[in-house]
């Protein structure tokens, strides 16, 4: 199964929150649901998902000042974001939108339409999230058959090395740590350490560099691991 893009909702209405939770899931993303503002600025300095959905009016820290905090963050200033809201004037449409939300739904909104923004928006900043073949230079990965192509010459690779070379390829340039490596290719809630990802990131390498090809996963220095 492909990555699924992840998705965090930042909303402090318990019913509307569990509704979305139901019907992204649905969808297949994964998702992360916090009811404070101050909590999620936390949680997305440690995370950043591939989409924020955020209420304007929330506990602890508002929806358009945590907007207006991730636009002036590296990590977060192209973070997707719909911003939720019952304030319906344009004025107030205006001043979330140059704040930095991409979007703006008021509520009482229509699931399916917030459904379809989201994958419009998804499709548009990072293509590969939702693509079924994945390309970079003479390396391909098909996601439905579950294989790799080099130079046309398939690959064997374990299922761990294909969920890391797909991870890697989705967001090509962009370093990342050996901590987020194990979050979204092991999972949160499985326990291994740094140690797991440099072994697999040799497999990986060894698999993928055939002859004399160059190899396309670059080691950061302190930092992780990049792709391209």
């Given at each position: 199964m492909p990555i699924a893009p992840r998705i965090t909702v930042v909303e402090d209405e318990d019913a509307l929150s569990v509704l979305l939770r139901y019907n992204l899931e649905a969808e297949g993303y994964i998702v992360e649901t916090i009811s404070r503002g101050d909590e999620a600025e936390i949680a997305l300095r440690?995370?950043?998902?591939?989409?924020?959905?955020?209420?304007w009016?929330?506990?602890?820290?508002?929806?358009?000042?945590?907007?207006?905090?991730?636009?002036?963050?590296?990590?977060?200033?192209i973070l997707p974001i719909i911003m939720l809201t019952a304030r319906?004037?344009?004025s107030e449409r205006v001043r979330g939108?140059?704040?930095?939300?991409?979007?703006?739904?008021?509520?009482p909104f229509s699931t399916p339409e917030l459904l379809a923004r989201i994958k419009s928006m998804l499709r548009?900043?990072?293509?590969?999230?939702?693509s079924h073949v994945l390309s970079f230079g003479d390396l391909k990965l098909d996601r439905e058959q579950h294989r790799v192509f080099r130079k046309e010459r398939e690959l064997k690779l374990g299922p761990t090395e294909f969920r890391l070379l797909e991870f890697l390829m989705q967001s090509p340039g962009r370093v990342f740590s050996r901590g987020q490596l194990l979050d979204n290719v092991?999972?949160?809630?499985?326990?291994?350490?740094?140690?797991?990802?440099?072994?697999?990131?040799?497999?990986?390498?060894?698999?993928?560099?055939?002859?004399?090809?160059?190899?396309?996963?670059?080691?950061?220095?302190?930092?992780?691991?990049?792709?391209?």
């Open positions: 440690e995370k950043v998902p591939d989409l924020l959905i955020l209420d009016m929330l506990p602890g820290l508002s929806g358009i000042e945590l907007c207006r905090r991730l636009r002036a963050r590296r990590e977060t200033e319906g004037e344009e939108l140059s704040t930095g939300a991409d979007d703006y739904m008021v509520k548009r900043v990072n293509p590969s999230l939702l092991w999972g949160a809630d499985i326990y291994v350490d740094d140690r797991t990802v440099d072994v697999h990131v040799g497999r990986l390498r060894k698999a993928i560099n055939i002859g004399r090809s160059l190899d396309p996963i670059r080691t950061v220095r302190g930092a992780g691991y990049s792709f391209g």
